[in-house]
């Protein structure tokens, strides 16, 4: 059996569904679907029921995902010891603005524990850059926010925040148990550099184009806020610090937590913080 193979399987098995373990494999379904009808030839045992009310495993497909599962983890743990005698045992990771997200505190603590020796660079960077320097080749994976432009990366949502709008406290609209966009829409917003990705801008902005002062950080939109009454959008659960307040935004998505990577880099330290990155922020 091909490890490649077996990888295939496991993504068709955590997915049930073809068609999306095809997106998460980065390929269409067609040779995705020749590829496990050749592994359960191999196998000689079907490995999935397929009927109209979806895919399910069979008992052998069972057996075969928990003996996929520990030969994949042995195999990329084989290219950490490697890439540790090489003294390559590194990975960069890019997270954004504001970092004071408990899940990191767990997910460090999961990565310390099944990566001893593997040296971890964290990378932050400001709200105008929400792929953390993964485009320009800085980092190896950015822990971030959406949305933004995919092209040419793997993005994995981690957790979905509800937002809300950032007010100071003396705010008439700072009473309110809840806002839609069209209260803030005489409003001025502090927005991001020009150049800034327009998806990531555009959503901030709660998709319509806004006047008001550019900022970079987080302690930069606070600041705009508190200062010259200028409004916002932040995060529902984060404190806003002294003299402002957040009322959540009924009629705006969720603001998602995601991991972000370049299409097709094999580094298995990648793999392996976003399957721990996906634990640790749901907990």
Known sequence: MELRTLRYFVAVAEELHFGRAAVRLHMSQPPLSRAIKRLEAEVGAALFD????????????????????????????????????????????????????????????????????????????????????????????????????????????????????????????????????????????????EGTDPTWQ?????????????????????QAVLWNGTVGMTLVDHEPGKGLTVVPLTDMPPSPVVAAWNEGDPNPLIRSFVELATVAYRA
């Not at 953390?132 to 793997?154: N, Q, Y």
């Not at 902005?205 to 606070?222: F, T």
Request: aromatic share 4%; hydrophobic share 40%.
């Open 202 to 222: 555009s959503y901030w902005n709660g998709g319509e184009p806004r006047r008001g002062p550019v900022v970079r950080a987080v302690q930069e939109c606070r």
């Open 50 to 193: 397929r009927s109209s009310a979806g895919v399910t495993l069979t008992p052998v497909g069972a057996v075969l995902l928990e003996e996929a599962r520990g030969l994949l983890g042995r195999a990329d743990r084989v290219r950490e010891r490697v890439a540790v005698a090489a003294g390559a045992a590194r990975i960069t990771v890019g997270v954004l603005g504001d970092s004071a997200d408990p899940g990191i505190a767990r997910l460090a603590g999961a990565y310390r524990r099944r990566h001893p020796h593997v040296d971890v660079r964290i990378r932050e960077t400001d709200l105008a850059d929400p792929t953390c320097g993964l485009r320009a080749g800085l980092v190896d994976l950015a822990l971030t926010r959406g949305p933004f432009d995919e092209t040419g990366l793997t993005v994995r949502t981690l957790r979905a925040d509800p937002v809300g709008a950032l007010l100071r406290a003396d705010d008439p609209l700072a009473r309110r148990d809840g806002l839609e966009l069209s209260d803030l829409a005489d409003r001025r917003w502090f927005r991001f550099p």
